[in-house]
């Protein structure tokens, strides 16, 4: 069966690392998104990608990269890990463009910066 | 711009009573609505979406929504909660021709037995 993953499943870090998340799904959909989820704000988009070779910003993509080399991975790397960016993170993945599309939700990445 | 406001952080209701999550929406074009639960330490899944037609939309494991566009609404409802309804769920919206979804800030349903 089709799937989305995420690698590691949970993460310690300290201030200043760089951290980089997995993400992998054999759906092969086009549509490729980082999304954070913290208590009080749901879940917000980081960065997203509608192809290989293509990267977009989302409303707090500051001190995160991403890139599209294949279309089955989007890794998502923290520069400089920072206390603020502990959370939980989610892949999702979709296919088309009209905006009804669902998305896939891998089962999260729970990061701690120390 | 879009947004959306679930306007419950958390509802607690007793087993086999019925429950109502509410969402409310802002956009200035057509747009389409999901809701997506998540359960403990798992990852989100689709319950239902309205594209269009009929403004009652049913979903998985006896969820429906209604859409009211003159409220700008698209409350969740099922009749008969059960323990395993227990999760988090998430009201969310994108607009016609776009590819982002903007998700709401969730509502926790708690049921009790």
């Known amino acids: 069966d089709a799937e989305i993953t995420q690698s590691p499943r949970h993460k310690i870090t300290e201030t200043g690392r760089q951290v980089t998340l997995a993400c992998h799904q054999t759906w092969n959909h086009n549509n490729m998104f980082w999304y954070r989820q913290d208590l009080g704000h749901g879940l917000r988009l980081i960065h997203y990608s509608y192809g290989v070779q293509d990267t977009n910003k989302g409303e707090v993509s500051d001190g995160y990269s991403v890139s599209r080399s294949n279309t089955e991975d989007l890794p998502l790397t923290l520069e400089s890990a920072a206390s603020s960016q502990t959370s939980v993170y989610f892949c999702?993945?979709?296919?088309?463009?009209?905006?009804?599309?669902?998305?896939?939700f891998g089962p999260g990445t729970r990061l701690l910066v120390l | 711009a879009q947004s959306v406001t679930q306007l419950d952080s958390q509802v607690p209701v007793f087993e086999e009573a019925p429950v109502e999550l509410r969402c409310n929406y802002s956009?200035?074009?057509?747009?389409?609505l999901f809701w997506y639960v998540q359960y403990p330490n798992q990852g989100l899944q689709l319950l239902l979406k309205?594209?269009?037609?009929?403004?009652l939309v049913k979903g998985i494991n006896g969820f429906e929504a209604e859409f009211n566009k003159s409220q700008t609404s698209f409350h969740l409802r099922k009749p008969s909660v059960h323990i395993s309804d227990t999760a988090e769920y998430f009201c969310?919206?994108?607009?016609?021709?776009?590819?982002?979804?903007?998700f709401g800030a969730g509502t926790r349903l708690f049921v009790k037995a």
């Open positions: 309205y594209l269009s037609g009929s403004t």
């Open positions: 969310a919206v994108s607009n016609t021709g776009g590819f982002k979804t903007i």
């Open positions: 956009s200035s074009v057509s747009v389409y």
């Open positions: 999702a993945s979709s296919v088309g463009s009209g905006g009804e599309e669902t998305q896939y």
